[in-house]
Nanobody, 129 residues
């Protein structure tokens, strides 16, 4: 079981940027795939991005495509979510998740909660003037 800790959230004005970090502890981290989810008040949790164990495989929800970038640094056991051109509708609690599957990719075009079995506590992102 991994322990995931998110950081980097905060208050930012529309059009601004934030970089979220998800630091993982455990064994074999480079074999895990990671996803970022967010949940706004009164809304369902939304899968917004994921990254495979290789940097080449990444996916984004349409709501963040072109504005957010996911990356990972295996040496630092950390996954990042660079968020640019932030909008008020990006306001949510952002949560990092991880999983590994020896038989099929975890990170797929649809970023689904059910594909992940390790979850962080989340970090609040608020976008307002």
């Amino acid at each position: 079981q991994l322990q995931l800790v998110e950081s980097g959230g905060g208050l930012v004005q529309p059009g601004g940027s934030l970089r979220l970090s998800c630091t993982a502890s455990g064994f074999g981290l480079d074999t895990y795939e990671f996803g970022w989810f967010r949940q706004a008040p009164g809304k369902e949790r939304e899968g917004i991005s994921c990254i495979g164990w290789g940097q080449l495989r990444t996916h984004y929800a349409d709501s963040v495509k072109g504005r957010f970038t996911i990356s990972r640094d295996n040496a630092k056991n950390t996954v990042y979510l660079q968020m640019n051109s932030l909008k008020p509708e990006d306001t949510a609690v952002y949560v990092c998740a991880a999983a590994r599957d020896p038989f099929r990719p975890v990170c797929t075009v649809e970023v689904r909660e059910g594909q992940y079995d390790n979850w962080g506590q989340g970090t609040q992102v608020t976008v307002r003037s």
